[in-house]
C-alpha cells in the first residue's frame, strides 16, 4: 500500500519520476557517497601532510574538492561512485557559483538532515537543487 498518497512519491512535485535514473536520491545512498567523499579527501590531504595525520586539513580538502567537483561536473567523487548528481531545480543551468553555499552549508550537518517531502535538504532548497540518482 501507498502510504504517501495524496502527496504522490518524492520528487513528483519537481516532475521527477518515481524511480530509476532521474530520481531523487536517498538518504543512505547520499549518506554512502558523503562518506567516500570524506575518505577521498582524507588520502589527499595525507599526501600533503605525511607524516603526520591531515587533522582539519582534511575538511579544507573536502570543502575544496566538493565545491570545484559539483560546481563544475555536478557530482562528487563519492556521487560518481554512487551513481547520483546535484540537479539544478528550476530550469536554470548547472553554474557553479551555487556550490559554494551548498557546500558550506553542507559542513554545518544540520541543513541536510532536514528534508522536505521531496528527499531535499535545506541546502538543497536554498540553492535550488536536488540530489537526483544517475543509474
Do not use: K
Amino acid at each position: 500500500m501507498d502510504t504517501t498518497q495524496g502527496q504522490g512519491y518524492p520528487g513528483s512535485r519537481l516532475g521527477l519520476p518515481r524511480s530509476g535514473a532521474g530520481s531523487v536520491a536517498g538518504m543512505g545512498v547520499r549518506i554512502g557517497a558523503f562518506g567516500i567523499d570524506l575518505i577521498v579527501s582524507a588520502l589527499i590531504a595525507l599526501l600533503f601532510t605525511r607524516p603526520e595525520l591531515p587533522r582539519n586539513w582534511s575538511l579544507l580538502v573536502w570543502f575544496a574538492l566538493t565545491v570545484v567537483a559539483v560546481g563544475l561536473f555536478g557530482s562528487t567523487p563519492g556521487q560518481v561512485a554512487c551513481g547520483l548528481r546535484v540537479a539544478p531545480v528550476g530550469g536554470r543551468a548547472l553554474v557553479g557559483l551555487w556550490a559554494i553555499p551548498r557546500t558550506a552549508m553542507i559542513f554545518v550537518v544540520v541543513p541536510p538532515l532536514l528534508t522536505d517531502a521531496d528527499g531535499r535538504g535545506l541546502h538543497d532548497r536554498l540553492c535550488r537543487t536536488v540530489v537526483v540518482r544517475t543509474r
